[in-house]
């Protein structure tokens, strides 16, 4: 095993097992390689702690892991991106984009919502966190105010999957449909859900809805640049 291979699973293993001193130790080993010009934070995050944390929401679903052994873990992996989310370059971390990220009304479970607004703050993305048992309206409100290009919801139970749709139907009611961008994700969110409420993308696990989110901004932001060009041409025919 590599040094590389071997600080990324001792990373891993501290957030599965929550040991805040053996995750932070961990990401510090980590963090002189990236000093060193040798690796990249944004691996040390995806890579360790979120891999760690994928392991710790496994754990839950199959009920080998119970909440407190979930609050552990999660400050645990925390306690890793305290050490790792200063070191990625300003130019990385100017905003690309704006998420607005919560759970739906009725649901508590915040995991996978967490691990994914550290993988997109990490990946250079401003993240408005609304926590969870968010109440529809909430979500196109601030969205609304912070100009966000992407809405992202999650929750584990299945009578809260209503709550997706709230927002899906409120988006249309007030004609941000169009602009605004929705991704959702959760233990009881499936591709199927997604299309019968016209969500734009699922998230599988948190790597996926990163990947997914990268794609929607990208889109929006290609819009509006097509939209200002039309603008441009328009006044200059005038």
Not at 162 to 187: H, P, Q, R
Not at 198 to 207: L, Q, V
Request: hydrophobic letters at 40%; charged letters at 30%.
């Amino acid at each position: 095993m590599s040094q590389r291979e071997e600080i990324l699973k001792r990373m891993a293993d501290g957030v599965v097992v929550g040991d805040e001193e053996a995750t932070k130790k961990a990401a510090e080993d980590w963090a002189e390689l990236v000093k060193a010009g040798k690796e990249h934070a944004y691996i040390g995050i995806v890579d360790g702690l979120a891999a760690g944390m994928k392991i710790v929401g496994e754990k839950y679903e199959s009920k080998e892991y119970f909440l407190p052994e979930v609050l552990s873990a999660a400050d645990a992996m925390y306690a890793g991106l305290n050490v790792l989310l200063p070191l990625i370059p300003k130019s990385e971390t100017k905003a690309k984009g704006t998420i607005v990220l919560g759970v739906v009304e009725g649901d508590i479970h915040d995991i996978g919502k967490n691990i994914v607004k550290a993988m997109l703050t990490a990946a250079g993305y401003e993240v408005i966190d609304l926590g969870r048992d968010v109440p529809s309206k909430e979500f196109i409100q601030s969205a609304k105010e912070k100009g966000a290009q992407v809405i992202g919801m999650s929750t584990m139970m299945t009578p809260t999957l209503l709550s997706m749709k709230e927002v899906e139907d409120k988006l249309k009611e007030v004609g941000l449909k169009d602009k605004v961008k929705t991704i959702i994700g959760g233990g009881s969110v499936t591709e199927e859900w997604r299309r019968e409420i016209g969500s734009d993308a699922y998230g599988k696990d948190a790597m996926e809805a990163v990947d997914k989110v990268k794609v929607l901004i990208d889109q929006i932001m290609t819009a509006v640049k097509a939209m200002k060009k039309e603008e441009e041409e328009r006044q200059q025919n005038l």
